[in-house]
């Protein structure tokens, strides 16, 4: 059984309550949605509870999940748990992800007819690990929104393993991203906000 | 004659106070627009007086009225207090009842000229009280704006009795919405605030 | 020569600096804009100085004039001292006066080709003194910019002896409003701005 | 080799600390975006690490630069270290730099075609120093965004020896702005995002 170090999970567990006060702040986590996790080690991660106000989360809101979604502690893990160990089971690198119902992400999701996202040109690409350059694009992949999470995250896996993907839409829904830690996922997360912001500005502008 | 706990009184009248920070924070409550209230018990409900500023609201400007809408405290009832009173008596499991003049709320019940707003398919539906998929719509009544308040509540009641209604708009003037306690009100609230600002984006995208 | 109270006067410039930290806030003071004043008694006024941060002010940053413009305490007043006496030599009741460069009021003093902003019909105009039904209009004079305040001033005196007026545009420049008391005065600002965003924003969907 | 006064330097470390806070906070820099500096003497600059989030910098977060972009004390300059130096070396009654990636800012330089921002006719252009009148315009340059900064500061330096530049825009990137102390600076990107803000709306309404 996945075992964890209750002090680095204590940590964690304040990182989420502060990066969800901030979410919240940011309109990007309204009305007890989202759902954000810091990895603890190969295993398990911390992840918040489900139905949390996400700008008020207290370190008991916090829970740990093993890599196939059971709780390891007291709590009841979000419905999009899978979503979160997915990705820490896809790639060892990723030690954070920010799960949230932003506006931007919710709406730029529902506009865009393709099943991607095309960003292209902006000096804040850079803000994303291992992009150097404003010439360049990333496709963020758009998936259906769907209460079936389990076959969702077999979905994204399947994408991951076939090409670079920095972040995913579901449609009508929200936005997935992550980082090796949760600063780098914020910052990730920030930047993406920006970018969603520069496309939905210029389709305002017709 | 309704008789009611201070002690309780008094804690809501806190919760009303802080609830219309938030609200006026978030500029839903302009200009010492808007009034809030949460049930004390089968007879009566903690309300906000009339014309205070909502973003510094103290506990001396929240009353108690009666079901018919009499003062049992000192202050001066809201004008719309029979809005409020309409709900608790029509439904034994509202606790809570949160007017706005939000400009989502008072610019979608104006530009829909339709008298109910559709909304549909959105994840964040899944925020309101016995919503279970984004796989869904609701239909948010809209009633025309009067200074007739006994006949709006009447109107609103014959509705009620009718379909199943979330929360209702008044044309050019705001939003009712409730829950079983304040914070089931307040979740009801910002998920509509954020459905409602989907739509108007949506049609500022023509 | 006029006189005034002291203590009076260090209450007012009080309340000035607070009410320029919320008009900074709200986006409405920019890059040092803006100048406020509340009336002292029939014969001067504390006004805030010219050039200064509005989220920033301090007591010493507000001065005296009398009601010919001429400062009866150290400080320079703003250039455009002259409309804020105007009003208090117009109407003995008006005791605080707001000017801001808010984006809603520029934008739309600059898109109306009219010499007036037509509003009708939001229940919101009830928080306008004197207004107790959404079921009227109000007509929002608009005054091309000038650099010549006296000029303008005379304008405003001429048609404030013909009309009512709740308050005025400057074309590309901002709004002034008043009240009987300050707290009053940001009622009605804040009324007008919410009215003044649900125009743009009908503008906006064309 | 340029020298400096360690006190003064650890008071404009503290300056720039306050005014990341602030831009971050306005959302013009997100994502560990923009960088900011204050002049120490004719020699030498404090300038803001590179890759740091902006609004939580700490003293240690910003380095010492000399004209040439030579770091003095520890930390990683910003890749666009020489756009600063140009300016001061440029004109001496420069004092500070403020470089940020606000939404206005790279939207209106994304979407203007021409290689300048034409400004005309708004009170607000008075908040730049040296303009006392709305009759007048102004050109903001736009330089196509690029990762040779050596260059581009090449091409600001021909640019202001043959006209009078009040700030430049970098096409999809930002904003550089810059003022002869940190509060007219500030004064003047204020004064700049709202300036572009009405331009943008302008825009919206087609």
Redesign the interface.
């Known amino acids: 059984m996945a075992s964890f170090d209750s002090v680095d999970f204590h940590q964690k567990a304040l990182q989420l309550c502060a990066y969800g006060q901030i979410c919240y702040q940011n309109g990007w986590s309204?009305?007890?949605?989202s759902n954000y996790s810091i990895r603890l080690n190969r295993d398990c991660c911390a992840l918040t509870s489900s139905g949390k106000?996400k700008g008020r989360l207290k370190p008991e809101d916090i829970l740990v999940v093993d890599m196939q979604g059971n709780e390891l502690t007291e709590g009841k893990p979000s419905a999009e748990t899978l979503l979160h160990t997915q990705l820490y089971q896809h790639d060892a690198n990723i030690g954070a992800v920010l799960h949230t119902?932003s506006?931007n992400s919710?709406?730029m999701s529902?506009?865009t007819k393709q099943d991607y996202l095309h960003i292209e040109?902006?000096?804040?690409l850079k803000?994303i690990e291992g992009i150097?350059?404003?010439?360049t694009s990333i496709d963020i992949p758009i998936f259906d929104?769907t209460?079936n999470i389990e076959a969702l995250a077999k979905e994204v896996d399947t994408l991951m393993a076939q090409q670079t993907v920095y972040a995913y839409l579901?449609r009508?829904?929200?936005i997935y991203t992550w980082g090796q830690n949760i600063?780098e996922c914020f910052?990730?997360l920030?930047?993406l906000?920006?970018l969603m912001?520069?496309e939905?500005?210029?389709?305002?502008?017709?």
Do not use: D, F, M
Request: charged share 15%; glycine share 10%.
């Open positions: 309204p009305a007890t949605s106000h119902h506006p919710v709406l529902h506009i040109g902006w000096e804040l803000a150097n350059t404003h010439e929104n209460q579901i009508g829904h929200g600063e910052r990730h920030e930047a906000e920006s912001h520069y939905l500005t210029l389709l305002k502008l017709g």
